[in-house]
């Protein structure tokens, strides 16, 4: 198993940046694919980005395209969600998650605790 715990939300004005940061424990870091998912008032989970477990190939939805880049630090057992030009409607709670890429091809067995961020206008 791997636990997962976000960092770095908080408030920002509309344009501004924010990096997340997501810190495993537990089993070998590089078992896992990672994502980052959000979910905001009212709606749904939605997917945000994701990550191979070597970095090497990312898939981001419409709505980060541009503004959003995942990365991870397999050394330091983190990945993390940079993103820019923040808009009100990302305003949301964003998750950390894991797939063990040996056990699932499509499930997010681990979340984090998610952490909050809030773009003001």
């Known amino acids: 198993q791997v636990q997962l715990v976000e960092s770095g939300g908080g408030l920002v004005q509309a344009g501004g940046s924010l990096r997340l940061s997501c810190e495993a424990s537990g089993r070998t870091f590089s078992r896992y694919i990672m994502a980052w998912f959000r979910q905001a008032p009212g709606k749904e989970r939605e997917f945000v980005v994701g990550i191979s477990w070597d970095g090497g190939t990312r898939v981001i939805s419409d709505s980060g395209k541009g503004r959003f880049t995942i990365s991870r630090d397999n050394a330091k057992n983190t990945v993390y969600l940079q993103m820019s030009s923040l808009k009100p409607e990302d305003t949301a709670v964003y998750y950390c998650?894991?797939?063990?890429?040996?056990?699932?091809?499509?499930?997010?067995?681990?979340w984090g605790q998610g952490t909050q961020v809030t773009v003001s206008s």
């Open positions: 998650a894991a797939r063990d890429r040996f056990i699932s091809a499509t499930t997010y067995n681990y």
